[in-house]
C-alpha cells in the first residue's frame, strides 16, 4: 500500500490562507478530492493525509468534513490556537473524530523565531501528549536548534518533521549548516521525517543529482522505518506535477530493499499516524 503523507485540498474564497499568493495561477485556486482522485489512481496511490494549511480551526473542520466524504483520505492533521488555552476544549473535542491524528502550527510563518519555546504555549504540547495526538513540525533550517530544544523537552510528544525541515537546495553553500541540525534530531530525538517537498525547495531547474545528497543523508541519519514519503500536493505544482515528484522519489530510493522501500512509501506512515487502513 502507498500512502501519501502529506497534501493538501483548499478553497482560496473561504479567506484563511493568509501565506497565499493572490492570483497565483498553480496556487490560487480550488483544489478539491475530485481534482486529487484521478492522480492518485494513475499513480497507485491508496490512502493519503491531508494536512492544515489555514491557521484556523474552521479549515480543520473543513478538513474533517472533506474526510468524511472522501475515502481516500485516512488522517487528518488540523491546527489549534496554541496561544489560547482554552483550545484544550478544540483539542479534546477533535480527537472524538477518528481521522483527527494531530496537529501543524505555521511556526515556519511566525515572525519570533523562539515562538515554539514560549512558556505560556507549552500547555498545547503537554496536551498533545496527553490525548496520543501527532505533532507536524512545519519550520526551516534556522528553526533547526529549537526543534531539538523542544523535542528533547517532550520526549513522548509523537512528532515528523515536515519536508526534511525544508534545506535550501537552492543554496548549496547551506547543506552542512542543514545537515548537522538534522543529524542531531535524528540521534537526539525520536522524531520522524517526511520525505517530502524537496523539489519546492530547489530551482526551478531541479534535477534529481542535486537532491540526492539531501535525501542519502536523511536516509543515513533517520533510516526508512522513521522516513515517510509525501507529496506536499498541489505545492509541489510549483516545481513539478505530482507524477514527476512521485518518480524523482522513486529513483532516489530505488537502491534501498523491499522492505525499506515499504516504510518510506507507507508502513511508517500508517504506523506513525494510526491509519485505519
Known sequence: ??????????????????????????????????????????????????????????????????????????????????ERPADLAQLQRLKGHPKFKGVRPMIQDIPDDDWMLRPDIQWAYAALIDLDLTFDALGFPRHLANFLTLLKRHPRMRTVIDHCMKPQIRDPAQFRFWADGMSRLAQETGALVKFSALI???????????????????????????????????VCRLRAEYAGWMEAARLLTAHLGPQDRARIWGGTAAEFYRLEL
Open 1 to 82: 500500500m502507498i500512502i501519501d503523507s502529506h497534501q493538501h485540498l483548499w478553497t482560496p474564497a473561504r479567506g484563511d490562507y493568509d501565506w497565499m499568493p493572490k492570483g497565483d495561477p498553480v496556487l490560487d485556486r480550488v483544489y478539491a478530492p475530485r481534482d486529487l482522485a484521478p492522480i492518485l489512481r494513475a499513480n497507485g496511490v491508496d490512502a493519503t493525509v491531508i494536512v492544515q494549511a489555514a491557521a484556523t480551526v474552521h479549515e480543520t473542520e473543513y478538513m474533517l468534513g472533506l474526510a468524511d466524504g472522501t475515502d481516500f483520505i485516512r488522517g487528518v492533521v488540523g491546527w489549534v490556537d496554541f
Open 200 to 234: 519546492t525547495e530547489a530551482g526551478p531547474d531541479w534535477t534529481v543529482a542535486a537532491l540526492k545528497p539531501y535525501v542519502d543523508h536523511i536516509l543515513r541519519e533517520f533510516g526508512p522505518g522513521r522516513i515517510m514519503w509525501g507529496s506536499d500536493w498541489p
